[in-house]
C-alpha cells in the first residue's frame, strides 16, 4: 500500500533558526496537503498544493511540491516559539481517504 | 460557523466495556472521517462515511469496532470489548465533497483511556 514518509521525525532548533522537514510518497500524488498539530491539539489543515514544482508562501511558511509529484518540503524561516508542533504532509491514499505522513515534530527553545 | 464537534473530549473505560464516540461535522459536510492517533504517532486512517453509507472502511479492526453516519444525528464510532491497546486519542474530520480536492477539518479529538 501507499506509504508517506517524513524526516526528521523530530526537530529541536533555537528560535531564529530555520526548519524543514521533508514528505516522500511511494507512489505519485495528484495533491498534497499540509496540516499542523499542536501539543494537545488536533491536526489544522494549512494549504494544498496540485501542480507539479509549485511554490507557495504563508508568510515565513514556504511550501514546494515536488516535480514528479512525490515529495513535497516545508520550510519555516526565522522559527518562533508559536511553530511548535507536529506538521504532517497528507495525499490521496487510495479512494477518497487521506494518507497521512509519519509527521515532524518541531520544539523551539528560547 | 461551528466546526466539527466530538464528544466526548475523554472517555475512561475498564477492559470489556464498550465505547461511544460521537462526531457532529460542520455544516454542510457531508463526508467524515475517523483516525486514531497513538501517544508520539501519526494519524492512521480508519473509516471514511457519507450519510448512510460506509465508503472505505479498510483502516478499520474486524472486530469489536464499527461506525455508522446516520441520516438524523452524528456519526459513531463504537469500540466493544475494550482492551488496554485500545487507549488512544481518536480524531473524526469531514470535508463537504471528498478529501482529493477538499481540505479536511478535524475536531479536538475523543482521548480514550482503558483502565
Known amino acids: 500500500g501507499q506509504q508517506v514518509m517524513q524526516i526528521p521525525q523530530y526537530q529541536h532548533v533555537q528560535e531564529g533558526e530555520d526548519f524543514t522537514t521533508y514528505c516522500n510518497s511511494s507512489t505519485t500524488l495528484s495533491n498534497i496537503q499540509w496540516y499542523k498539530q499542536r501539543p494537545g491539539g488536533h491536526p489544522v489543515f494549512l494549504i494544498q498544493?496540485?501542480?507539479?514544482?509549485e511554490v507557495k508562501k504563508q508568510k515565513r511558511l514556504t511550501f514546494q511540491f515536488g516535480e514528479a509529484k512525490k515529495n513535497s518540503s516545508l520550510h519555516i524561516t526565522a522559527t518562533q516559539t508559536t511553530d511548535v508542533g507536529t506538521y504532517f504532509c497528507?495525499?490521496?491514499?487510495?479512494?477518497?481517504?487521506?494518507?497521512f505522513g509519519t509527521g515532524t515534530q518541531l520544539k523551539v527553545e528560547l | 460557523n461551528a466546526g466539527v464537534m466530538q464528544n466526548p473530549r475523554h472517555l475512561v473505560r475498564r477492559r470489556g466495556q464498550e465505547a461511544r464516540l460521537r462526531c457532529s461535522p460542520m455544516?454542510?459536510?457531508?463526508?467524515v472521517y475517523w483516525y486514531r492517533q497513538l501517544p508520539e504517532e501519526g494519524l492512521k486512517f480508519m473509516v471514511y462515511l457519507q450519510k448512510e453509507n460506509i465508503i472505505d472502511e479498510s483502516g478499520m479492526p474486524k472486530e469489536r469496532f464499527s461506525a455508522e453516519f446516520p441520516k438524523e444525528g452524528p456519526s459513531i464510532l463504537r469500540i466493544q470489548q475494550v482492551v488496554r491497546g485500545d487507549s488512544a486519542a481518536y480524531f473524526c474530520a469531514s470535508s463537504p465533497t471528498d478529501s482529493k480536492v477538499q481540505p479536511q477539518h478535524f475536531g479536538d479529538g475523543t482521548r480514550l483511556s482503558i483502565l
Open positions: 498544493l496540485v501542480k507539479s514544482g
Open positions: 497528507a495525499g490521496p491514499g487510495g479512494g477518497n481517504k487521506l494518507t
Open positions: 455544516k454542510g459536510h457531508s463526508h
